[in-house]
Each structure stands twice: as structure tokens, then as C-alpha cells.
């Protein structure tokens, strides 16, 4: 219970910072997306339990974002599903493996959002956008999971199993 209440804040601080916090100090394309971070330890470390959790967040950073309800949603539902298959083959408590997955599931997320918008008649003008902020992102995410994995707290969390 202590355990699902810690990750509970997480959660919760990682939401206030991405989406009043952030978005007032840093530029769009070097704007850490801290769901995917969380995502992505989902993905490493839980089983198939964290589908809903996935989802969920998905679907939480659509209420604040504004585009298309369900983008996020299906993104790291499936980015999650990824995570989650080749999980079993990988070395999981390795840190630089949770950067370079951080970065992977965030250019793969770029990559979903630009095959559904592709699906939409009127997106015209939302792809270059995206295709130019993959690789900032990806490279803020993977230095943001870095520093967000070396404190002790995640540690502990993962100790407490």
C-alpha cells in the first residue's frame, strides 16, 4: 500500500510539473515529457498490470494537452505493450538501459502520433513540428530519466518490492 501511495505522488508531481510548471520556463521542443518517463519504468517493471496505469496516463495528458482525446492514450498504450514484450529478454536494473528505452519510447511516441495524425483528414500542418522536436525530446527524456534515476528514492521504491 505504501508502495502504490508513493507512486501515487509521483504521478502527481510529475502531471503539476508537465503540465502548469514546465510549460512556463522551457521552450516546446526541449520540454521533457515526464508521463513517458513513467511509462517507461511501467513498462520495464511491472508486469501486465500496468496496462490500465499506461492508458490512464495517456488519456490524463490528453485532458491537458488539447489535440485529439485518445492520441496519447493508444501511444503509450503501445509503447508500453513494446516495453513490456522485450522486457523479459533485457537486463532491467540497468540505468542505462532505462535511458536508452526513455529515449526509444520517446521517439516511438513521436512516431504513433504522426501515423494517427496521418489517419485524420485535417492535420495538415502538424507534422513538421513533430518530426523536427523527435530528437530534442528524446535527448531531454533520456537526460531527465537519467537524473531522475539516480536518486535514491527511485532506489528505495525499487527495493521495497
Same mark, same amino acid.
Given at each position: 500500500?505504501?508502495?502504490?501511495?508513493?507512486?501515487?505522488?509521483?504521478? %502527481?508531481? /510529475?502531471?503539476?510539473?508537465?503540465?502548469? #510548471?514546465?510549460?512556463? @520556463?522551457? %521552450?516546446?521542443?526541449?520540454?521533457?515529457?515526464?508521463?513517458?518517463?513513467?511509462?517507461? @519504468?511501467?513498462?520495464?517493471?511491472?508486469?501486465?498490470?500496468?496496462? !490500465?496505469?499506461?492508458?490512464? &496516463?495517456? #488519456?490524463?495528458?490528453?485532458?491537458?494537452?488539447? !489535440? @485529439?482525446?485518445?492520441?496519447?492514450?493508444?501511444?503509450?498504450?503501445?509503447?508500453?505493450?513494446? !516495453?513490456?514484450?522485450?522486457?523479459?529478454? &533485457?537486463?532491467?536494473?540497468?540505468?542505462?538501459?532505462?535511458?536508452?528505452?526513455?529515449?526509444? /519510447?520517446?521517439?516511438?511516441?513521436?512516431? /504513433?502520433?504522426?501515423?494517427?495524425? =496521418?489517419?485524420?483528414?485535417?492535420?495538415?500542418?502538424?507534422?513538421?513540428? !513533430?518530426?523536427?522536436?523527435?530528437?530534442?525530446?528524446? &535527448?531531454?527524456? %533520456?537526460?531527465?530519466?537519467?537524473? %531522475?534515476?539516480? =536518486?535514491?528514492?527511485?532506489?528505495?521504491?525499487?527495493?521495497?518490492?
Amino acid at each position: 500500500m505504501v508502495k502504490f501511495i508513493k507512486i501515487m505522488i509521483i504521478i %502527481a508531481v /510529475a502531471l503539476l510539473l508537465q503540465v502548469t #510548471i514546465l510549460p512556463a @520556463y522551457i %521552450a516546446d521542443p526541449f520540454k521533457p515529457n515526464l508521463l513517458i518517463i513513467i511509462v517507461t @519504468y511501467i513498462g520495464l517493471k511491472a508486469g501486465r498490470i500496468g496496462v !490500465i496505469p499506461s492508458f490512464g &496516463l495517456g #488519456i490524463l495528458q490528453d485532458c491537458f494537452s488539447g !489535440i @485529439y482525446f485518445g492520441l496519447n492514450g493508444f501511444s503509450y498504450l503501445c509503447i508500453f505493450l513494446w !516495453i513490456n514484450v522485450t522486457a523479459d529478454r &533485457l537486463y532491467t536494473d540497468s540505468k542505462y538501459l532505462m535511458v536508452l528505452v526513455v529515449f526509444l /519510447a520517446t521517439v516511438a511516441n513521436g512516431m /504513433a502520433h504522426l501515423f494517427m495524425l =496521418f489517419l485524420f483528414p485535417n492535420t495538415n500542418g502538424m507534422y513538421a513540428p !513533430i518530426l523536427s522536436s523527435l530528437i530534442p525530446q528524446g &535527448l531531454v527524456n %533520456a537526460l531527465i530519466a537519467s537524473l %531522475a534515476f539516480s =536518486f535514491p528514492a527511485v532506489t528505495a521504491l525499487e527495493e521495497s518490492k
